[in-house]
């Protein structure tokens, strides 16, 4: 005969008397949580104004990308600002703790950057009680840890890194940072496909996960917010890593844009958005008779899959023919434009390069393409109108739907467009009014 079990109450632990009593959320002090300035403008950015007290930022991304050498430059930057504040150069001084590299080499970065500051104090370590004990002996207003995925807790089973390891030794930071109001800038380690090392907890326990980004072959580097506590997650900080160190670009719009004098067939520039920040970006195309039976489509800084369909909507819509030709779409200085409001740009820019004809560079194309050759609205469209219009872009082609809410914008005229053929159409009327001087 089947009986039912008996179930055991649940265990209910006995309440505690609370420190302090529940207050009314009006009379909670904010003081404490307002974001202070970590000196790098495109990083305070991208953290919603600065760095607040007692905050835990993990800084994420691939291995060269440049992230030991920006938090470096914070901590110079924060540990002068405390000096200055000190006033005789007694104030609380900034830690930064490398397991990566010895202290000499991180002695020679600063040096090749100018973070060189009495008031910052480096230690190389990878034991966790004796980061500990290196904070309880600086009592420091700033602490940066590269990277916690080398650093290791002797009372916990495991090699440093491990999934055990990373839990301990960020909930021993995060214990610290919030028991003391320091904050704490943490480095790590990302996989193969570009995911942050370790687990997925510790994306949970931090306040502020930021991605760092950037193609290695090129100066610009990105620093968006994958999660903030204390700010928005749309923002992006955009950085110039040069030889001499690394430093914010407040305006990135040149290094997405060749600078030709005269027009030039197979170019097309559109303003594509980086979180809510405008980036100008020009889009050029190359069309050659290809020897082969399956013709090559090669692109570069955009999504393949949408440049293919962009492809085959003008095949098809617009009757240019492309199936014996190899197609070669790239963006300028390793700019990526993934969104679909490039797609008119890379379908103008292609057309340009199959007829020969130059679009006029005062034009600018912001749209989606449908695969039955309409033109779709894109979000943003009045901010990439203004910043094409900062730039000194004289037409712009947009699509239709929409069009008649945008607000004027001063020396820009507007074209709105319901297809791809009238968007041809809108460009090629707009070359033949420019008036070019002769080449020599």
Known sequence: ????????????????????????????????????????GELDRVLGG???????????????????????????????????VAGGGTGRPV????????????????????????????AAE??????????????????????????????????????SQVRAVASALIHVAKTRDI??????????????????????????VCQFEGDRHSRLRMVRAVKNRYGPTDEVGCFDLGD???????????LFLSGHRSAVPGTCVTVSLEGRRPMPTEIQALVARSPLSSPRRTTAGLDGSRVAMTLAVL???LGVTLSTADVYVSTVGGARAVEPAVDLAVA???????????????????????????????????????????????????PARGAADLRAVPGLSVHPVDSLREAAGAAWRASTAVVREPQH
């Open 1 to 40: 005969v089947e009986e039912a079990a008996g179930t055991a109450p649940a265990r209910v632990p006995a309440a505690l008397a609370p420190s302090a009593p529940a207050r009314p959320i009006d009379q909670v002090a904010v003081d404490a949580a307002r974001a202070r300035s970590t000196g790098v």
């Open 50 to 84: 600065g760095i607040v007290p007692g905050a835990v930022v993990l800084l994420a991304g691939e291995p060269g990308v440049g992230k030991s050498t920006l938090l470096l430059d914070v901590a110079a930057r924060a540990a002068a600002v405390s000096a200055d």
């Open 95 to 122: 830690l930064y703790v490398t397991g990566e590299e010895s202290a000499g080499q991180v002695r020679l970065r600063a040096e090749r950057i100018g973070a060189l500051t009495p008031h910052l104090l480096l």
């Open 126 to 163: 990878t034991d966790l009680a004796t980061l500990l004990g290196h904070v309880d002996n600086a009592d420091p207003s700033l602490l940066v840890v590269d990277s916690v995925q080398t650093i290791a807790d002797a009372t916990v089973d495991g090699a440093a890194g491990g999934t």
């Open 183 to 208: 904050p704490v800038l943490l480095v790590g380690h990302v996989t193969k496909d570009g995911s942050i090392a370790g687990p997925r907890v510790l994306e949970h326990l931090v306040d502020v």
């Open 244 to 254: 001499t160190g690394i430093t914010g670009l407040a305006d990135p719009s040149g």
């Open 315 to 317: 095949q098809s819509r």
């Open 348 to 398: 103008l820019a292609v057309l340009s390069a199959v007829e020969g004809k130059e679009l006029d560079p005062g034009i600018v194309a912001v749209g989606e393409v449908g695969l039955t050759g309409e033109v779709r609205t894109t979000v943003g469209v009045q901010r990439r109108l203004a910043e094409a219009a900062r730039l000194g872009f004289t037409r712009a082609i947009v």
